[in-house]
């Protein structure tokens, strides 16, 4: 279990016998909550993808997200796996730092040839790892964790998951057969009535929570002799 440490929540235990083989090598990641993951994200992958390195995907959790369309974890998961097959795709907390590959390969790195078959453990190295990543998402270090940031520029068009579930909530499906790789457009049109519900649950879900928090805030403030404004500076600051 401690060799399968980073890829995820719930990982099983297993025999002394059914450990698997550990490949020590530099890899490619992309992160985020993808609600939805967009032809935006798809390029940032692409890119990845294109470093030759083993890639891995790390599927956030997001919160509070405007008009959220309330996706499983599980379900972007296997959305991102049906799209691009030669990625491994995990979830957690944390950016994986090993994980399992996802199909048989052949990595050279540095003059070193990797034979990796598929289920083997693959352990990111601190030296040579890469987490790309959009414009819009560059930290000011450049770093995160064990893993430089490669920044993927937007474009003077660069596309937004909070636009996108604007598009859904108004059930534009042209904008979405532009802006969604394949099958997340045929996975989004052809739920989209569920999906506006959701959004819909969802965010009066949210505004009961603000309307609470409105409440309480006005009442302390009028302890202190203080109209309550959401605007205005809290009087105890």
Same mark, same amino acid.
């Given at each position: 279990?401690?060799?399968?440490?980073?890829?995820? $929540?719930n990982q099983k235990w297993g025999s002394a016998g059914a450990l698997p083989n550990v490949h020590t090598l530099p890899v490619a990641?992309?992160? &985020?909550?993808?609600?939805?993951?967009?032809?935006?994200?798809?390029?940032?992958?692409?890119?990845?993808?294109?470093?030759?390195?083993?890639?891995?995907?790390?599927?956030?959790?997001?919160? #509070?997200? +405007?008009?959220?369309?309330?996706?499983?974890?599980?379900?972007?998961?296997?959305?991102?796996? *049906?799209?691009?097959?030669?990625? !491994?795709?995990?979830?957690?907390?944390?950016?994986? $730092?090993?994980?399992?590959?996802?199909?048989?390969?052949?990595?050279?790195?540095?003059?070193?040839?990797? #034979?990796?078959?598929?289920?083997?453990?693959?352990?990111?190295?601190a030296e040579g790892s890469k987490l790309f990543v959009g414009s819009d998402r560059m930290s000011k270090s450049g770093v995160r964790?064990?893993?430089?940031?490669? $920044?993927?520029?937007?474009?003077?068009?660069?596309? %937004?998951?909070? *636009?996108?579930?604007?598009?859904?909530?108004?059930?534009?499906? !042209?904008?979405? %057969?532009?802006?969604?790789?394949?099958?997340? #457009? +045929?996975?989004?049109?052809?739920?989209?009535?569920?999906?506006?519900?959701?959004?819909?649950?969802?965010? &009066?879900?949210?505004?009961?929570?603000?309307?609470?928090? #409105? $409440? *309480?805030?006005?009442?302390?403030?009028?302890?202190? &002799?203080?109209?309550?404004?959401?605007? !205005?500076?809290?009087? !105890?600051?």
């Amino acid at each position: 279990r401690a060799l399968t440490r980073g890829m995820g $929540e719930n990982q099983k235990w297993g025999s002394a016998g059914a450990l698997p083989n550990v490949h020590t090598l530099p890899v490619a990641a992309v992160s &985020g909550a993808f609600s939805p993951f967009h032809m935006g994200h798809q390029k940032v992958l692409d890119a990845a993808q294109k470093s030759g390195l083993p890639t891995i995907v790390h599927v956030a959790a997001g919160k #509070n997200r +405007k008009h959220d369309i309330g996706l499983s974890i599980g379900r972007k998961s296997s959305l991102i796996k *049906e799209g691009n097959p030669g990625v !491994a795709v995990a979830s957690g907390s944390n950016l994986p $730092e090993n994980f399992r590959a996802p199909k048989d390969m052949v990595v050279k790195i540095g003059g070193k040839t990797h #034979n990796i078959k598929k289920g083997d453990v693959i352990q990111a190295t601190a030296e040579g790892s890469k987490l790309f990543v959009g414009s819009d998402r560059m930290s000011k270090s450049g770093v995160r964790g064990i893993y430089n940031q490669v $920044e993927v520029p937007r474009g003077s068009r660069g596309l %937004s998951a909070t *636009e996108i579930r604007g598009d859904i909530m108004s059930g534009d499906r !042209a904008a979405l %057969s532009k802006k969604l790789p394949g099958n997340w #457009n +045929k996975f989004i049109s052809s739920n989209l009535g569920d999906i506006q519900r959701q959004q819909g649950m969802m965010a &009066g879900r949210e505004a009961k929570k603000l309307a609470v928090i #409105n $409440e *309480e805030k006005a009442r302390l403030w009028g302890k202190m &002799g203080v109209p309550y404004s959401p605007h !205005a500076r809290n009087p !105890a600051l």
